[in-house]
C-alpha cells in the first residue's frame, strides 16, 4: 500500500527529471543538412580530384598546385624521418622493458631504465601526435600514421604491463595514450573526417597532447630531430 | 500508463507526461509512413524534411531526458538522424519506424554517455577528486533532488526503463523492440529500478 503510493509519488516526480526544453527544430535540421552534405561532399571532391588527374596530360600534372604538392611531400618526409627515428629506438626499448625483471642485481637499476624507456616512449607518441593532428585534413597519411600508431601501442601495453606503470599519474596517461593510439591505429584508409575530429576531440578533451608535454622533460622531444 | 494493449501501440504514441500534439496530427498512419520512407529512398528532400518533423521531438525528448544536457542531446539527436537517412534502406518495416529510430537513438545516446562517463572517470582519477554526490544528497533533502541523484545512479539498463516508461510514458512493448529485449525483461528492469529508487530514498518512503 505504502509502496504504492511511494510509486505514485516517484512517477509524479521523476516526470520533471531532466525536463526537456522546446526541441530546436530549425537548428537541428540545418546541423543535419550541413553534416550530411560535407559528409556527401568529401568522397566526391576526391573523386573529382583523381577524375581531373586522369584526364589531364602527363606534363601538366608539376603544374597542379604545386604548394599542397609541396606540404603533402614535407608531411610525409616528416612523418617518414618521425617513423624511422622510432623504428631506430624501440628494439632497445622493447628490450629493455622485457629484461628488466630477469635478475636481482637488474632490478636495481631497472627503475632507471624503466624511466628513460617511459620518457623515450612518450617523446616519441607526443612527436607523433603532434604530426597526426597536424595532417587531420591533409588526406593520403592514414595508413602510416595507423601503421606508426600499431607500434607505438604496442610499446604503451608492454609499459602499461610493467613497472613503468607503478606511478598513478603515469598509468593514467600511458592508459589515455593507449585509447587515442588505438583509434589512430583502427583508421581506415579512407576516414570520414567525422572520425578524425573524433580522435582529436578526445585528444583535446582529454588534454593527452598538453600531459605528454609535460611529462616529457626539456630537451628530450623526438620532434626536435624529425621537424 | 498501461503497457501493450491497444492496437495501435505499435505505432506512433505521444508520451504521457507532456502530451503536445494531437495524436491525430501528429501520428504518421502506416500507409502514410511507408510512402514518406518510398519517397525518402528516392531522393525527395520534403519529404526527408517530412521524416524528421514527425519524430525529432520524440527523438530529442528521449535524448535529453537521459542526457541532461541540451548540447549532448542535440549532438545525439543530429546523430540518431543522420543514421536513419544513411540506413533508411535497410529498414524492414518490421516494426513502427519511430521504435527503429526510437532504437538508433537510444543506442547512440546510451554509447555518448559511456564515452563521457569514462572520460570523467579518468579525469576525475587524475586530478584525485571526490564526487560531491552524497554529501550533496545528504545536504538537500528535497526529494526531486534526491530523485533526480538517485535516478543519475541507476544502472544503465534499468535507468533506460525507467525513464522510457514512467517518465516518458513509454510502453513495454515498445520499450521492447527499442531496447531489443522482450517486454517481459522491460517489465523486471522497471521493477528492479523503482525497487532500487525506493531504497536509496528509505526515508522519503517512510514518511
Known amino acids: 500500500m505504502m509502496d504504492d503510493r511511494f510509486d505514485d509519488l516517484l512517477r509524479d516526480s521523476a516526470r520533471e527529471y531532466n525536463d526537456p526544453p522546446e526541441t530546436p527544430r530549425e537548428e537541428l535540421w540545418q546541423r543535419i543538412v550541413a553534416s550530411r552534405e560535407g559528409e556527401k561532399a568529401a568522397p566526391k571532391e576526391k573523386t573529382e580530384k583523381l577524375e581531373r588527374l586522369r584526364v589531364l596530360p602527363f606534363r601538366r600534372l608539376p603544374a597542379i598546385r604545386p604548394l599542397s604538392w609541396a606540404a603533402g611531400i614535407a608531411a610525409v618526409l616528416a612523418l617518414g624521418i618521425g617513423l624511422g627515428r622510432m623504428t631506430v629506438h624501440q628494439p632497445a626499448t622493447v628490450a629493455t622493458t622485457a629484461a628488466a625483471p630477469a635478475s636481482a642485481a637488474a632490478t636495481r637499476v631497472s627503475g632507471v631504465a624503466y624511466r628513460v624507456a617511459t620518457t623515450e616512449h612518450l617523446s616519441q607518441s607526443e612527436a607523433f601526435l603532434t604530426l597526426f593532428r597536424a595532417s587531420v585534413g591533409k588526406p593520403g597519411n592514414e595508413r602510416l600514421a595507423s601503421a606508426t600508431a600499431r607500434q607505438l601501442l604496442a610499446t604503451n601495453r608492454l609499459l602499461l604491463d610493467s613497472p613503468a606503470a607503478s606511478d598513478a599519474r603515469t598509468k593514467l596517461l600511458l592508459q589515455d595514450l593507449e585509447l587515442v593510439l588505438a583509434e589512430i591505429a583502427q583508421l581506415s584508409p579512407e576516414p570520414r573526417s567525422r572520425d578524425l575530429q573524433l580522435i582529436t576531440d578526445g585528444m583535446e578533451q582529454g588534454g593527452v597532447l598538453s600531459r605528454l608535454r609535460t611529462a616529457v622533460p626539456a630537451g628530450t622531444s623526438a620532434t626536435q630531430g624529425a621537424l | 500508463m498501461v503497457s501493450g494493449g491497444s492496437p495501435d501501440a505499435t505505432i506512433w504514441r505521444p508520451c504521457v507526461s507532456e502530451v503536445r500534439f494531437s495524436r491525430t496530427t501528429y501520428a504518421p498512419e502506416p500507409v502514410e509512413e511507408r510512402e514518406l520512407i518510398s519517397r525518402v529512398l528516392a531522393g525527395d528532400p520534403s519529404a526527408e524534411r517530412a521524416l524528421y518533423d ?67 572517470e579518468r579525469e576525475v582519477g587524475l586530478d584525485d577528486f571526490t564526487p560531491a554526490g552524497p554529501t550533496r544528497q545528504e545536504a538537500d533533502p528535497d526529494l526531486k533532488t534526491r530523485l533526480n541523484q538517485a535516478i543519475d545512479g541507476l544502472p544503465e539498463g534499468y535507468r533506460a526503463v525507467f525513464i522510457m516508461h514512467d517518465v516518458e510514458g513509454y510502453t513495454h512493448e515498445e520499450i521492447g523492440a527499442t531496447l531489443g529485449v522482450h517486454p517481459g525483461t522491460s517489465k523486471a528492469q522497471l521493477f528492479r529500478a523503482r525497487a532500487r529508487l525506493r531504497e536509496t530514498l528509505a526515508d522519503f518512503a517512510k514518511d
Open chain 2, 54 to 120: 514527425a519524430h525529432v521531438d520524440r527523438v530529442f525528448r528521449l535524448a535529453y531526458r537521459m542526457a541532461g544536457d541540451m548540447d549532448k542531446a542535440q549532438d545525439y539527436t543530429q546523430e540518431t538522424f543522420i543514421r536513419a537517412f544513411s540506413r533508411l534502406q535497410t529498414f524492414r518495416g518490421d516494426a513502427a519506424l519511430s521504435t527503429w529510430l526510437g532504437s538508433i537513438a537510444i543506442s547512440v545516446t546510451l554509447n555518448g554517455l559511456r564515452k563521457v562517463r569514462r572520460r570523467n
